[in-house]
């Protein structure tokens, strides 16, 4: 199946799902039975922090605020990313380890909360589930340690190309895929080595998802961007 004609299943089985239901779902509130997981702490205490707050250089693309995303229309109401503060701190050490290398990160997302991966979880189709985080279990993008991310030439501005785009569901998303062209993969592979370097972990079929090695010290959070306060520490 393309990942257009995928995109454009997702889209349809979202609006029906949508039915009577608040097209934003960042901001859906759940029954007891639609609530995050409950977990036994101890948890540290969150602090989620903005990451163009620590470094305004790194840019965003944060495609869940647009309907330029898997299932076609805006999950957020608000283009912004955020990660608990060391993994943000980690984050804009890689962004500036890079920029000898002539690269910037681009940010597609971070922090999401819970509600928003329950959705992607209902939208997609079983087969493709392993792209997708399950709900009943939580995701660290919704702990505040995950973050989905690219590179931005720095003489341009612009995306550079990877052997995937963002969130295709193939195997090309893979970070060890070896196919396709040597350049794009040699990028693919220096953002997996600088990400590394400050603790993070690719996700083994998505070149662009890497997760923070304190992830398991932070509770599920579902959390609207809105809601969240935060205050920058240098």
């Given at each position: 199946?393309?990942i ?6 997702l ?11 608040v ?8 029954s007891?039975?639609e609530?995050?997981?409950q ?18 250089t790194?840019?965003?693309?944060i ?8 299932v076609?229309?805006?999950?957020y ?17 890689a ?22 991966t ?13 792209f997708v985080a399950?709900?009943a ?20 501005g ?8 963002y ?14 062209t ?10 997996r080595?600088?990400?590394e ?22 509770p599920i959070?579902?959390l ?11």
């Amino acid at each position: 199946m393309s990942i257009k004609l995928h995109r454009t299943l997702l889209a349809a089985c979202l609006n029906l799902w949508l039915a009577g239901v608040v097209p934003l779902f960042e901001a859906r509130t759940f029954s007891a039975q639609e609530a995050p997981p409950q977990e036994s702490g101890p948890f540290r205490r969150p602090d989620l922090v903005e990451l163009v707050s620590l470094d305004p250089t790194i840019h965003l693309d944060i495609r869940y605020a647009t309907s330029n995303n898997l299932v076609g229309r805006p999950v957020y109401t608000e283009a912004r990313a955020f990660l608990q503060r060391p993994a943000a701190e980690a984050v804009v050490r890689a962004h500036r380890s890079l920029k000898k290398r002539g690269y910037g990160l681009l940010i597609f997302d971070g922090y999401r909360p819970w509600s928003v991966t329950k959705v992607f979880w209902e939208v997609t189709p079983p087969e493709k589930r392993e792209f997708v985080a399950n709900p009943a279990e939580g995701s660290k993008h919704n702990r505040g340690c995950a973050v989905d991310l690219s590179l931005y030439d720095l003489k341009t501005g612009h995306e550079v190309e990877m052997p995937s785009v963002y969130d295709e569901m193939s195997e090309r998303a893979h970070p060890n895929y070896g196919d396709g062209t040597a350049e794009p993969r040699a990028r693919r592979d220096l953002l997996r080595a600088a990400m590394e370097k400050e603790g993070f972990t690719v996700y083994l079929k998505e070149w662009w998802h890497f997760d923070y090695k304190s992830w398991k010290e932070y509770p599920i959070l579902n959390l609207p961007f809105n809601q969240i306060k935060t205050a920058s520490k240098h």
